[in-house]
């Protein structure tokens, strides 16, 4: 499997727990639609990983992975201290960076 960039660095960001480098993924516009709860912009999406993400030291275990142009997605088998299981990540690209990650379901 060749892992796309935007996937390698989002899951080296999150393992790493590494909330600035996790942030800089994203454009300035960026946002993250986790089931549909909306969070956009730098400030919000760091409000978010704090008490979601790596602020509750989760870890991805990268089951699958793709990108086609500026649409990307992941497989993961999330472990930490909230959510766990496999989830679904998909991401909306801008110039490389994150316009728009959605959390789903696996």
């Not at 393992?15 to 986790?34: C, E, R, S």
């Not at 790596?54 to 990108?67: D, K, N, W, Y």
């Not at 086609?68 to 110039?95: I, N, W």
């Amino acid at each position: 499997m060749t892992t796309p960039k935007i996937v390698a660095d989002v899951v080296a960001a999150v393992n790493d727990g590494q909330t600035d480098a996790f942030l800089d993924l994203f454009a300035a516009d960026g946002a993250v639609d986790d089931w549909g709860s909306l969070y956009r912009g730098r400030k919000e999406i760091k409000v978010w990983s704090d008490r979601e993400l790596i602020g509750v030291r989760a870890h991805f275990t990268l089951r699958s992975a793709e990108q086609h142009g500026d649409k990307a997605s992941m497989m993961v088998e999330v472990g930490g201290q909230g959510f766990t299981g496999p989830s679904r990540f998909a991401f909306t690209l801008t110039d490389g960076r994150i316009h728009l990650m959605q959390i789903t379901g696996s």
